[in-house]
């Protein structure tokens, strides 16, 4: 078990990487590139969120959801191309396969075979799913580059290109209610007042999660993480951790409680897990951030995400105490990573963290404590 677990945790612990990899869309407050995680994390809600006319089951969204998390690992070695740039469309697509190869190849065996066929089935559209996972992942930058009241031209032109020959100049028929959505924008008028409506109000608006910055810092140290980056990573580690969820726990429903438990630090912001902070203070802004959030949806989602994200506030369902001993975890392995990150700045000791981080993952996922405790262990005792 422990060979296994080292595998999954190299690989889980290389997908850092793609927190550095820059596109071509602009944040909707146009204060820097967007990077390849958060775009993840914010197609993943996409499609968590969207009605889609051949989506007819929830097993097809968390398929979907699942295709798009994993979709843009390639960019670790292969990088980003823009899609208003001209490229050699053979070479990217020799040098995404061999990025394939070598991430994927991280996973045991078996993993590492599901999840390598999961993302050929993207890249090459195979299926129904992996053709809708494929529209979603256009459609989220378009609205992105398109919603800000100040769009930037350079933004809006790579979307009218792309709307007219691109990749997306099929909308018109596969998706018209997200094209009038999108041209609704472009031309400068008040977008269809419809259920689609609604959800983009929520999505536009969640696109401030990006610039939410944790007390972590990435695994290179260049820079503090975001809770949007955060929280595609997390999601990540269910995916491939599922398999030490405890007994009744649904993994589909973990992804999902892991794509928006952090949505409300739009408003309450974050709170260090190792800082000092008035806790009944906190908890009442992020009531109140979750009340204004979610009410953004139609009635029926806005009801069903925000009891999701009650359930894990509350840590007592086993899904719920899955996905806090989840969150727990990439903190720890990037404090190791970048020499010591927050706990050097906050001076956390091995008794607190046992405290803080080990008592939730040794409540959710036992095993996961197993293999994380000695780690942190030889650290602290390499710095003294």
Not at 231 to 247: D, F, G, K, M, R
Not at 288 to 313: C, H, M, S, T
Not at 332 to 354: C, F, K, M, R
Request: charged share 25%; proline share 5%.
């Amino acid at each position: 078990m422990t060979q296994r677990l080292n595998a999954q945790m190299a690989f889980l612990c290389e997908a850092d990487c793609l927190k550095s990899i820059d596109r071509q869309n602009v944040l909707q407050d146009h204060s820097r590139p967007e990077n390849s995680a958060e775009h993840s994390w914010h197609a993943a809600l996409f499609a968590l969120i969207l009605d889609y006319p051949t989506v007819k089951s929830d097993a097809q969204r968390d398929e979907i959801i699942s295709l798009i998390l994993i979709h843009d690992l390639v960019e670790i070695d292969a990088g980003d191309h823009p899609i208003h740039l001209e490229h050699n469309h053979a070479a990217i697509a020799e040098a995404e396969s061999e990025a394939a190869d070598r991430l994927f190849g991280l996973l045991p065996d078996t993993q590492s075979k599901l999840m390598r066929a999961s993302w050929s089935s993207f890249e090459n559209a195979e299926t129904e799913v992996a053709k809708t996972a494929k529209l979603i992942d256009y459609f989220q930058p378009m609205i992105q580059a398109s919603a800000p009241s100040n769009a930037r031209p350079d933004q809006t032109d790579v979307v009218r290109e792309n709307l007219r020959s691109g990749r997306a100049k099929n909308f018109p028929d596969v998706w018209p209610e997200a094209y009038s959505q999108v041209t609704s924008l472009l031309d400068g008028c008040d977008r269809p007042e419809t259920r689609m409506g609604q959800q983009l109000d929520f999505l536009i608006e969640a696109d401030r999660l990006k610039s939410i910055y944790r007390a972590t810092r990435l695994h290179n140290n260049s820079r503090f993480e975001n809770s949007a980056e955060h929280s595609w990573h997390i999601a990540l580690y269910a995916l491939i951790l599922s398999e030490y969820a405890p007994l009744g726990c649904d993994i589909t429903r973990v992804i999902r409680m892991l794509l928006i438990h952090d949505i409300v630090e739009i408003d309450a912001g974050d709170a260090p897990i190792h800082g000092d902070f008035d806790a009944d203070e906190m908890h009442k802004k992020e009531l109140a951030a979750a009340d204004r959030l979610f009410g953004l949806l139609p009635q029926d989602q806005a009801k069903e995400l925000r009891n999701l994200w009650d359930e894990f506030e509350a840590i007592q369902t086993p899904d719920a105490k899955f996905a806090k001993a989840l969150d727990r975890m990439p903190s720890p392995l990037a404090n190791i990573a970048n020499g010591g990150g927050s706990w050097t700045e906050y001076d956390v000791t091995l008794d607190h963290l046992d405290k803080r981080v080990g008592i939730p993952i040794e409540r959710g996922a036992p095993e996961l404590w197993q293999w994380l405790r000695p780690v942190i262990q030889n650290w602290y005792r390499e710095q003294t």
